[in-house]
């Protein structure tokens, strides 16, 4: 981890843009590198596992900013970059039916073969939609409304989803706390580094309105990976909109 731009000094890495445009970061440049050798068993015992601190573990080294830092949004385009461009010959796959009502009517009038509805994509970087933080909207909203809450707020972090996920795993939270993962995370550190602390803060301090406050933040500053991918059939090229996720447990192409 350093302040310096590392794409500058080491040929391995390269810059990449975010989808917050660093807005919410004291650094305004990321360099990344594809997974090596050490990391990807690291990411297999992280699967094996299902520890997510450890996937976050292992894929730290291929940045050169603090990992835990970083926004949700940021992080899963991060990864993206990396599935994409660590395993080339084994990409994204998703399999899909295809639902066009009148290619459907003529596999029942049997004029296709059933099959014909079955599609089978490989996922590029072309097909993957970032969302961008809107910035123009951010500030906007900051210009009329002054502040949005009487809280300092802050997207919540990589390094909050870490702890949360410790929290719900010794049972000191409940799975699913929404209060916990949306409220309390959206509370700037200044409120307190550990998100414990902000859940904490937030049980007793927020009321309703402050609560609404939040939600309005939360919609404001949405950015990441669009996991909705367009795609075509290939007998009658209807499109359709299939989902795609990637999670500590099949990121490793060849782990069952
Ligand atoms: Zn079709």
């Known amino acids: 981890m350093t302040t310096e731009n590392l794409a500058n000094i080491d040929a391995d890495y ?5 989808p917050s445009n660093f807005h919410f970061y004291d650094f305004k440049t990321l360099s990344i590198r594809p997974l090596k050798a050490k990391e990807i068993l690291k990411i297999y015992k992280a699967s094996r596992t299902n520890s997510f601190l450890m996937l976050v573990q292992a894929i730290a080294p291929c940045i050169d900013k603090d990992i835990m830092k970083l926004t949700i949004g940021d992080f899963w385009s ?19 039916e295809c639902r066009d009502e009148k290619h459907i009517e003529q596999v029942n009038a049997g004029t296709l073969e059933p099959k014909s ?23 906007a909203a900051l210009l009329s409304l002054g502040v949005i809450s009487r809280f300092k707020l802050n997207p919540s972090t990589i390094g909050d989803t870490c702890e ?7 049972k000191v939270i409940e799975e699913n706390d929404d209060f916990f993962t949306k409220y309390a995370a959206h509370l700037h550190p200044d409120h307190g580094i550990k998100l414990k602390d902000r859940y904490d803060k937030a049980l007793d301090e927020l009321t309703p309105d402050d609560m609404i ?15 909705q991918v367009k ?9 359709r909109e299939v989902a795609i996720s990637l999670n500590a447990l099949d ?4 782990i069952r």
């Open 14 to 18: 390269v810059n990449i843009s975010l």
């Open 78 to 96: 991060v990864m993206y970059w990396l599935k994409l461009n660590s395993f080339t010959k084994s990409p994204i796959q998703v399999t899909w």
């Open 117 to 139: 509805l079955n599609n089978h994509d490989i996922i590029n970087k072309t097909l993957i939609e970032e969302v961008q933080l809107d910035t123009d909207k951010l500030d």
């Open 164 to 170: 949360a996920v410790d929290l719900m795993d010794a």
């Open 213 to 227: 406050d939040i939600d309005v933040y939360a919609d404001l500053i949405k950015h990441g990976i669009n996991e």
């Open 231 to 239: 795609v075509k059939c290939k007998e009658c090229g209807a499109l």
């Open 251 to 254: 990121f490793l192409p060849y």
